[in-house]
């Protein structure tokens, strides 16, 4: 049998069979301090698909690099079949100053696929799409909500890419929401390379959730698994379908004032239902927020200050029939049943 060829990356050859963590190239700051995008390649011994999982587009959605830390440390990595790119800091100008843009206040996932000789954002969003996403065969890109605000387990696909709703069914995060692809997005950019795209969006921005880490963890395994890439053993298995939802709106804050919320992320609720009161600081006005269809929250504010107009609850509609609410109980149970981390693996 003909030896596999090495996988090169940023001008380093990485041998069958090994892993290494290659430095690219982003910037000098003004102190003279380089700026390197890291990615992690773990090299198959045996032919297989290139998957690329990339986190810390934002800045500060640290949930996701979290996910890659988890990922990158499973010994099944050692049997894999083809090549993994792992990139958990996209950002790290952002990363480092806990800030979901970069120092010229743009925002990354509305610069790719950027240029060489453009802007920082510009710069960075070239090197991803040229060194890593015009690599690989598949991609999964990991985020939160953005800073006071929280997003239950989900993936988004675009509308008609039937073979990445498949792969999001896989991967079995309690909801899949139709999301189109935006200007300038890392899956809008890949998309045009041909190179499909998984978004998972889980947790908060600034913060650790552990529920949200492992079911990243668990539904990239699944996605890894089915591509052939890993063996079964020990990939969790998914005993409930996850719930497709079509359309989702946001619901706005009516005035400004202290938001008292009822319900949560992951509430299945009916029409009419209230879902939050927003009271003025002297308690002698209050303007309740009530579902205008059956639904279920996929996401919502979490800072109890809120503006009119603020958006506060991110509501997916759902078919009476789709008994949602059987479907993530379910699926809560499953995750509580699955072995629980060790403290240091959580920190």
Same mark, same amino acid.
């Given at each position: 049998?003909?030896?596999?060829?090495?996988?090169?990356?940023?001008?380093?050859?990485?041998?069958?069979?090994?892993?290494?963590?290659?430095?690219?190239?982003?910037?000098?700051?003004?102190?003279?301090?380089?700026?390197?995008?890291?990615?992690?390649?773990?090299?198959?011994?045996?032919?297989?698909?290139?998957?690329?999982?990339?986190?810390?587009?934002?800045?500060?959605?640290?949930?996701?690099?979290?996910?890659?830390?988890?990922?990158?440390?499973?010994?099944?990595?050692?049997?894999?079949?083809?090549?993994?790119?792992?990139?958990?800091?996209?950002?790290?100008?952002?990363?480092?100053?806990?800030?979901?843009?970069?120092?010229?206040? !743009?925002? =990354?996932?509305?610069?790719?696929?950027?240029? +060489?000789? &453009?802007?920082?954002? @510009? $710069?960075? /969003?070239? #090197?991803?799409?040229?060194?890593?996403?015009?690599?690989?065969?598949?991609?999964?890109?990991?985020?939160?909500?953005?800073?006071?605000?929280?997003?239950?387990?989900?993936?988004?696909?675009?509308?008609?890419?039937?073979?990445?709703?498949?792969?999001?069914?896989?991967?079995?995060?309690?909801?899949?929401?139709?999301?189109?692809?935006?200007?300038?997005?890392?899956?809008?950019?890949?998309?045009?390379?041909?190179?499909?795209?998984?978004?998972?969006?889980?947790?908060?921005?600034?913060?650790?959730?552990?529920?949200?880490?492992?079911?990243?963890?668990?539904?990239?395994? !699944?996605? =890894?698994?089915?591509?052939?890439?890993?063996? +079964?053993? &020990?990939?969790?298995? @998914? $005993?409930? /379908?996850? #719930?497709?939802?079509?359309?989702?709106?946001?619901?706005?804050?009516?005035?400004?004032?202290?938001?008292?919320?009822?319900?949560?992320?992951?509430?299945?609720?009916?029409?009419?239902?209230?879902?939050?009161?927003?009271?003025?600081?002297?308690?002698?006005?209050?303007?309740?927020?009530?579902?205008?269809?059956?639904?279920?929250?996929?996401?919502?504010?979490?800072?109890?200050?809120?503006?009119?107009?603020?958006?506060?609850?991110?509501?997916?509609?759902?078919?009476?029939?789709?008994?949602?609410?059987?479907?993530?109980?379910?699926?809560?149970?499953?995750?509580?049943?699955?072995? =629980?981390?060790?403290?240091?693996?959580?920190?």
């Amino acid at each position: 049998m003909t030896p596999r060829a090495g996988f090169v990356l940023g001008g380093e050859t990485i041998a069958p069979g090994t892993r290494r963590t290659v430095d690219l190239p982003v910037s000098v700051l003004s102190d003279h301090t380089p700026v390197t995008m890291s990615a992690h390649v773990v090299h198959g011994r045996r032919p297989g698909p290139v998957v690329f999982v990339s986190a810390g587009v934002h800045g500060d959605e640290v949930i996701g690099v979290e996910i890659v830390r988890r990922l990158l440390g499973l010994p099944v990595l050692a049997t894999l079949r083809g090549t993994l790119i792992a990139v958990p800091i996209v950002n790290a100008f952002g990363f480092l100053n806990l800030s979901r843009y970069l120092p010229d206040r !743009r925002d =990354l996932n509305r610069c790719f696929p950027g240029s +060489a000789e &453009g802007s920082m954002a @510009a $710069r960075l /969003a070239h #090197l991803l799409i040229e060194e890593v996403v015009s690599r690989a065969d598949l991609g999964i890109d990991l985020h939160s909500a953005a800073v006071h605000r929280t997003n239950l387990p989900q993936v988004r696909v675009a509308p008609g890419e039937d073979a990445l709703m498949r792969l999001a069914e896989i991967f079995a995060a309690p909801v899949i929401l139709r999301s189109e692809l935006r200007e300038g997005s890392l899956r809008q950019a890949a998309a045009a390379r041909g190179v499909g795209m998984l978004l998972y969006e889980a947790g908060e921005g600034l913060r650790f959730d552990e529920t949200a880490v492992r079911a990243g963890v668990s539904g990239i395994l !699944r996605v =890894l698994h089915d591509r052939g890439m890993i063996p +079964a053993r &020990g990939v969790p298995r @998914a $005993r409930r /379908a996850s #719930l497709v939802c079509r359309a989702s709106r946001w619901l706005r804050a009516p005035q400004g004032g202290l938001l008292r919320t009822f319900r949560s992320e992951g509430d299945v609720v009916a029409p009419g239902e209230l879902l939050a009161i927003v009271s003025d600081p002297f308690g002698e006005v209050d303007a309740p927020i009530t579902a205008p269809e059956a639904g279920i929250v996929v996401g919502r504010a979490v800072l109890p200050v809120v503006n009119e107009g603020n958006a506060v609850f991110h509501l997916a509609g759902i078919a009476s029939s789709d008994h949602a609410e059987d479907r993530i109980d379910a699926w809560n149970a499953e995750l509580e049943a699955e072995k =629980l981390f060790d403290e240091d693996e959580i920190l």
